[in-house]
């Protein structure tokens, strides 16, 4: 069969099956719209043409009017309603996107301070970081002698910090300075341990404070663009469970200075010691 013995129409001619797409019915609005405008145009020709009088002329304009207003209020009444729609979805977006902060903030797990393997510089805040110096030690030693420098505040077992900081873990008694003191000398005797490995060229710093610091961190290269701190929030009374967060330079730029600083300035309220020896 020939194709202009087929019966099926051409694609692209005004039977084929794009005529549909080119041509849109009206909806009801449109319809609407032809009313009015023909009873418009039909009335104003009537009284042009003196046809009709003037009182019908008046009338049916001024019912015109009023359909026109009554249609720009519906259609306020309808954008309102749909800007508030899209205020609605617009805000639940960004309820969605924003991060929590159980998602932020993490499980603190004693001892642990990740990423210190290939650091350059090296910072630890805390209160008797007992179980962090014990935890990391061969890091730490490899580390010195590898060239990095290792700066240690924690505080001092000779001032009112240890009774400071029985206090706040709800040992009241006499006697609760004590037993931090004596958490300490670990700590001392471990750094004294690794003041005496340090024969590369790194470099170990310690610091004693007088004051308990309000929160533990580590400092894993600070002053470089892929720097990170960890930051232990230590609670009034600790029930076995502390939250941890987690900056880093390169995402959180605004807290990540602050705590940098932070660090600088607990440094500087310490008391120096002697880089080779603790004791």
């Known amino acids: 069969m020939s194709r202009a013995d087929d019966p099926r129409p051409v694609s692209g001619t005004p039977d084929g099956p794009r005529a549909g797409s ?6 009801g609005r449109d319809l609407e719209a032809y009313l009015l405008s023909g009873t418009a145009l039909v009335v104003g020709a009537l009284g042009l043409l003196n046809v009709t009088s003037p009182d019908l002329v008046s009338t049916t304009t001024l019912a015109v009017l009023g359909v026109i207003t009554f249609d720009l209020l519906t259609g306020r009444r309808r954008l309102r309603t749909i800007e508030h729609s899209l205020r609605t979805v617009v805000d639940s977006l960004r309820t969605e996107r924003a991060d929590s902060v159980d998602r932020l903030l993490t499980a603190a797990v004693p001892g642990t301070a990740a990423g210190l393997a290939g650091a350059r510089d ?15 030690l061969d890091e730490l030693r490899q580390q010195l002698a590898e060239g ?21 873990n709800g040992l009241n008694a006499a006697g609760g300075g004590e037993v931090f003191e004596h958490r300490l000398q670990p700590t001392i005797d471990l750094l004294d341990y690794l003041a005496a490995q340090t024969a590369g060229t790194g470099r170990l710093e310690v610091r004693l404070l007088t004051f308990v610091p309000a929160f533990g ?35 959180d730029p605004v807290w990540y200075r602050h705590f940098a600083r932070e660090f600088d300035r607990i440094w500087a309220e310490g008391r120096s010691r002697d880089d080779r020896s603790l004791t």
Do not use: F
């Not at 080119?22 to 909806?27: A, K, T, V």
């Not at 090296?122 to 990391?136: A, P």
């Not at 894993?220 to 330079?249: C, F, K, N, Q, W």
């Open 22 to 27: 080119l041509l849109r019915r009206p909806s």
């Open 122 to 136: 090296i910072r630890l805040v805390g209160v008797t970081l007992s179980r962090t110096i014990r935890s990391h």
């Open 148 to 168: 990095a420098t290792v700066r240690i505040a924690l505080i001092d077992p000779a001032s009112p910090a240890p009774q400071e900081a029985a206090r706040r």
């Open 217 to 251: 961190m580590v400092l894993v290269d600070p002053e470089e663009p892929a720097g990170r701190i960890s930051i232990d929030i230590y609670s009034h009374r600790p029930d076995g469970r502390e939250a941890m967060v987690t900056l880093r330079a390169d995402r």
